[in-house]
């Protein structure tokens, strides 16, 4: 009999122990995010989530590809690093089914150089760092294209190439390099395009300190993205919902100045 109470005992401490995991999980969430702005914004919204009794976990990424495949896994809740034509990309190269949650801001992709202090004094042969990622180095693309440097095969779209550039009038030389290593390579190319996050990382001020910074309507807001059977989550749509406050609205107008805008 005392050995059927024992059992009885670890089975009830198991189902217990399984109930509060449940709850624990479902009072937790783990977002994963690069430090700047995303990290920094996410922070903000903190004690509102905790107010609701819920903990916001903030998983720092550096990179473009692994906060994607942790989200896929279930290692995290929601990620915080990217736009829609990026994410749309991912999907389809991985097989993977992550959507949009809301958009939350924007970062304005840069032009930058140590070498030159005005666009018109770039020289033939020039060489330029744009992002290796497809979407980033299309965007890169068309920003130096809006700006009469190239032109780009009509057909190409959002994902375009180098091999897309059909018209190159200073046989400019493009350097496809990992994003996040492309602030380092300011001294040694002439002009490097960097994503606003590490820009900002790199201390850069893109309202000050990019020689062309792209416009407000740009497509690529920031997004938080979540795997398509979450869309229902309660806790994720209260996190999209202080994410799209009024305060998150003015902390990023008082801390970025421009390096940083609203997009919701």
Request: charged share 15%; proline share 8%; hydrophobic share 35%.
């Given at each position: 009999m005392k050995k059927i109470i024992f059992i009885l005992l670890i089975i009830l401490s198991i189902v217990f122990t399984g109930c509060n995991d449940e709850q624990s999980s479902d009072n937790t969430l783990k977002v994963g995010a690069t430090p700047i702005p995303h990290g920094e914004i996410l922070e903000i919204v903190k004690d509102n989530l905790a107010e609701e009794g819920i903990t916001l976990e903030i998983i720092e990424f550096t990179d473009y590809v692994k906060p994607n495949l942790a989200l896929s896994e279930g290692e995290i809740d929601a990620n915080f690093f990217q736009h829609v034509p990026y994410l749309e990309n991912f999907n389809k190269n991985n097989n993977t089914d992550i959507v949009s949650l809301g958009q939350i801001h924007l970062e304005p992709l840069g032009i930058y150089s140590n070498t030159i202090k005005e666009i018109k004094d770039l020289k033939k042969e020039s060489s330029i760092a744009i992002p290796n990622d497809p979407t980033n180095g299309g965007r890169a693309l068309m920003l130096l294209e809006k700006n009469g440097l190239i032109k780009l095969d009509k057909n190409a779209g959002l994902l375009a190439t180098e091999?897309?550039?059909?018209h190159n009038p200073k046989n400019l030389q493009f350097k496809a390099l990992e994003a996040a290593q492309i602030p380092r390579s300011l001294d040694d190319v002439d002009l490097a395009i960097i994503n606003g996050n590490y820009a900002l990382e790199a201390n850069l001020t893109p309202t000050e300190d990019a020689l062309i910074i792209e416009e407000k309507d740009s497509p690529y807001a920031n997004i938080i993205a979540i795997r398509k059977a979450d869309e229902n989550k309660e806790n994720l749509k209260l996190l999209l919902k202080v994410l799209q406050s009024k305060e998150v609205e003015e902390f990023i107008a008082k801390k970025y100045?421009?390096?940083?805008?609203?997009?919701?």
């Open positions: 091999k897309d550039v059909t100045n421009g390096s940083v805008i609203p997009g919701f």
